[in-house]
């Protein structure tokens, strides 16, 4: 699924940039060489939108998207909830922000180019944002991490990753909220299905479970899985 996606994406891509290629030949001539440079190095640009879309749409539901964004190499957002209420349908829709973001974009400029006297080169933006808009619309888990559709269908088919993702932002919330790790209702930390040690939600949740118990007093169980945390973090962070 990985070669597939990948392979999708950039064919996709190509297809866009052969297009704006033709348009600015017809239009402009020899300027298509730097529009063809433009469009290998809007890249950066896309990204941005792309995590723009998180950010926007997450502030919409009541979710701090806080991004760390890599110009030429895998973005990312950290959700922070403001409420613990509806998560699932908040994150999911925080979540197909950015590929909602790339897909407008990308149409919208196809459409001005296409439809208005603007000029052609405006299209050197879209190969990009059509790169991300289908990498990230297929559910797949890579090396650097989760597409946005790998997220979206965990939390559209409540998976036990979408189970245990929105318990790990219920919890987080009501922390934030003011109350004390010790407190949280044991159900939310344990009360949930098992997925894999590597998801970045099985490691959140062994931390919470550590803040728990370290709360609670429990130096037993809070050292076993505060030793669990550190293990997790040198093999996956």
């Not at 392979?7 to 940039?17: C, D, E, H, I, Q």
Request: positive net charge; charged residues 20%.
């Amino acid at each position: 699924m990985k070669v597939f996606a990948t392979v999708l994406s950039l064919v996709s891509a190509a297809v866009f940039a052969v297009l704006c290629g033709l348009l600015v030949w017809r239009d402009y001539g020899l300027w298509v060489i730097a529009v063809s440079a433009a469009i290998f190095l809007a890249l950066p640009i896309s990204s941005f939108l792309h995590e723009l879309g998180h950010m926007l749409f997450g502030a919409m539901c009541k979710i701090k998207a806080v991004p760390k964004f890599s110009p030429f190499g895998a973005s990312c957002c950290r959700l922070i909830p403001k409420t613990d209420k509806n998560l699932r349908a908040r994150l999911f829709f925080t979540a197909f922000g950015g590929i909602f973001v790339n897909l407008l974009v990308g149409t919208a400029i196809v459409f001005i180019s296409v439809y208005t006297p603007a000029p052609v080169w405006l299209m050197f933006l879209v190969p990009s944002n059509v790169y991300l808009f289908v990498l990230n619309l297929i559910p797949v888990w890579f090396n650097s991490g989760k597409t946005d559709g790998l997220v979206c269908n965990d939390l559209l088919n409540n998976s036990d990753v979408g189970k245990v993702t929105v318990a790990v932002m219920t919890a987080q919330a009501q922390i934030l909220a003011g109350k004390p790790a010790e407190q949280l209702d044991k159900k939310l930390l344990f009360g949930v299905p098992q997925i894999r040690e590597d998801d970045p939600a099985f490691i959140s949740l062994t931390e919470l479970r550590y803040e728990y118990f370290k709360g609670k007093e429990d130096e037993a169980e809070a050292q076993k899985y505060k030793e669990r945390l550190e293990d997790l973090k040198k093999q996956y962070m």
